[in-house]
């Protein structure tokens, strides 16, 4: 059953006034969004307990499997344990279509549990048990009495929950959902219910008590690992029947439920951290990465055979089969989907993995001692990791600068003093207020030692719309005491802007060239000290020396890129061989790449091989390491090369071959 959306009128609110003396309580306040807070020194919560868990937020059953594997599974396969959660029923429009088969009758409440079950059988096979293995399916309260579905699962010491929050979601013939939900205050939202659930009453949600449940979850669990949708996916022109064929919303490259349920967890994730900052509690340890969704289906495909056969895989339980005898009489999983349909589906979702801001490793720089530090973001802000011993981290000082998306640009200086760069979510507020980016700075005193107060260094885009497109900073200190500090920029091509030898910057400047590139930008110096810069185009990797395009044509990158030397390394789409300027490079895998050069080392990568283990290729020799990490980075130095990741706990590990 669904009751429609109500909207509270001046009347309606102006009468709860009056009533107050008769019992009527008079309706909470507009909050305002968490702002920034760049101050640093606060107490980071990661002390007490080295326990990992991620959690997860989608839209609709299935954008996890489709948008956020394989990270999901190599963290589960590291017996981390997940809790899901899906903020729309994925109702549709109620229909279960079957191959060959004339449609059903509409019956959301059908088709919605339905999908349910396909995700309670992908799980079951993600954890290693057949598909069919009973839940514990219960009532979870939520902050205001709000009720949802929570499904667990356990195998040994690995353990799933599913929660199913049950909200509208948007289709071409119904516009009051989660999009107008973010940008409407005076819009509730009525629940549906799905067939054979346990919850058995409807709840209604506004804007506020979306985020207040959102983050009763977030305190209820503590996550330590967050996976999110793209706040804000890629402008994308493109024809109306093209665009409703393919659900996506006027102008940008995603569904209109991806985008709103991303804000909407990115906002409750700054209200978490706020909320601490304002109780004096200390810094929620949590590390995030958000996912792009249709953008896949827009540019070359980055997963080799092996990591997608496993990521499909996930997919074909899910979509279940109108033969299986699952015990759930709505239906055994979305029938559009399961079968060789993830793999001959058009939009070729599944071909891709991207993350919105990718290179988010910890940034390294060799302290005076020769001890290492590493920056990272925890819990929204900049924090600092140091070597206590080799190999030995202490705990991490919180630097403040937040809230800030998980990428941090890096740079040291010819006297060793470390720049930092972040993407800061200025404002992220929905219902007609300001949801604005920033580029940031945060600058060391003296080597090893302190830094100064963040400084804000604009957006090369005017207006918050554009300014939302902006993608993750990367930087590069020239011989001549200039920064370079390049982004992808909202028209898809890139902007710099320049810090001189005594600290004055540049104004922005796009760079030349007009084709379209993806984030994820590589820069690094020639031995003549210049500037070079790669980046993965929609036909060809683009290559920029000192700011000036170079006319070689290069080859197709599915991945983002990796340099050293002023060299490139890439892959072929939908390939795992890594290629550099010999050819093959001798590092098969997915994902992001990181190369460096030293003289002592000549160029050594790093990566993740086809079976998601920590891949470094060093004096012609390919090592691994099975040890989980949200993140990885690799530093050159006397003592050779450091890889140091970022655990699913949130502290840091080294490893020295």
């Not at 993830?342 to 060799?366: E, F, Q, Y």
């Not at 070597?387 to 403040?400: I, K, M, T, Y």
Request: with cysteine; aromatic share 6%; charged share 20%.
């Amino acid at each position: 059953m669904h009751t429609p959306p109500r909207r509270r009128t001046l009347l309606a609110a102006a009468l709860a006034v009056t009533a107050t003396a008769a019992g009527c309580s008079v309706p909470e306040p507009r909050r305002t969004a968490p702002t920034a807070d760049p101050a640093p020194g606060r107490p980071i919560d990661s002390a007490r307990t080295r326990r990992a868990l991620l959690m997860q937020f989608s839209a609709h059953p299935d954008d996890d499997l489709y948008f956020m594997n394989p990270d999901t599974q190599r963290l589960l396969d590291a017996g981390v344990p997940l809790v899901s959660v899906y903020v729309t029923a994925g109702e549709h429009t109620g229909r279960n279509r079957i191959a060959g088969m004339p449609e059903t009758s509409p019956d959301r409440a059908a088709y919605s549990s339905a999908r349910h079950q396909g995700l309670r059988q992908s799980y079951a096979v993600a954890l290693g048990l057949p598909a069919f293995t009973p839940w514990r399916r219960e009532v979870l309260t939520l902050p205001g009495g709000r009720r949802a579905e929570s499904d667990t699962l356990t195998h040994g010491t690995r353990r799933v929950e599913l929660v199913f929050l049950n909200l509208p979601m948007h289709t071409n013939r119904r516009y009051m959902a989660l999009p107008a939900l973010w940008h409407d205050r005076a819009l509730e939202l009525r629940t549906h219910l799905s067939a054979g659930s346990p919850v058995t009453r409807a709840d209604s949600y506004d804007y506020d008590q979306l985020i207040d449940v959102l983050v009763g979850l977030l305190r209820r669990h503590r996550p330590t690992v967050v996976h999110t949708l793209d706040p804000d996916p890629d402008i994308q022109l493109g024809d109306e029947a093209t665009r409703q064929r393919d659900s996506e919303q006027p102008g940008y490259s995603d569904h209109g439920d991806h985008t709103a349920v991303a804000s909407f967890t990115w906002a409750a994730l700054c209200r978490w951290v706020s909320d601490a900052v304002r109780d004096g509690a200390p810094i929620p340890a949590f590390t995030t990465t958000a996912f792009r969704g249709y953008y896949n289906r827009h540019w070359p495909k980055n997963l080799p055979p092996a990591v997608l056969d496993e990521k499909a895989a996930r997919l074909v339980p899910y979509g279940g089969n109108p033969a299986w005898q699952c015990g759930n009489p709505a239906g055994c999983g979305d029938y559009g989907v399961g079968g060789d349909r993830p793999l001959t589906n058009r939009k070729g979702w599944v071909r891709s993995t991207h993350h919105r801001w990718p290179g988010a490793g910890p940034a390294l720089a060799a302290e005076p001692d020769g001890r290492l530090s590493a920056y990272g973001v925890l819990g929204l802000r900049a924090v600092r990791w140091r070597e206590s011993a080799p190999g030995v981290w202490g705990e991490p000082v919180d630097l403040g600068g937040g809230p800030l998306a998980p990428a941090l640009g890096s740079a040291v200086l010819a006297d060793g003093r470390v720049l930092l760069f972040g993407v800061r979510f200025a404002a992220l507020d929905g219902h007609g207020g300001a949801d604005r980016r920033e580029l940031v700075l945060l600058e060391q005193r003296s080597p090893g030692g302190g830094f100064l107060a963040w400084r804000g260094l604009g957006s090369p885009e005017r207006g918050d719309d554009r300014g939302r497109r902006i993608g993750a900073p990367v930087a590069v200190a020239a011989p001549d005491g200039r920064v370079h500090l390049f982004v992808r920029n909202a028209d898809k091509g890139v902007s710099t802007r320049v810090r001189a030898a005594d600290g004055s910057w540049s104004p922005w400047r796009p760079l030349p060239g007009d084709a379209e590139i993806q984030d994820g930008l590589a820069v690094s110096l020639d031995a003549a000290g210049r500037v070079h810069l790669y980046a993965a185009g929609r036909e060809s990797v683009r290559h920029w020396v000192d700011g000036v395009p170079r006319k070689a044509r290069l080859p197709l990158s599915g991945s983002t890129v990796a340099s050293a030397g002023g060299e490139l390394y890439h892959r072929a789409p939908a390939a795992a061989r890594l290629l550099g300027p010999d050819g093959d490079a001798g590092l098969d895998g997915y994902g992001g790449v990181v190369a460096a050069r030293s003289a002592a080392l000549g160029t050594v990568l790093l990566g993740t091989d086809v079976k998601g283990r920590v891949a470094l290729r060093a004096g012609g020799r390919l090592r691994t390491r099975r040890r989980p990490a949200v993140a990885t980075a690799l530093h050159l130095g006397a003592r050779g090369a450091t890889v140091v990741g970022l655990g699913p706990d949130g502290h840091p590990w080294s490893w020295r071959p």
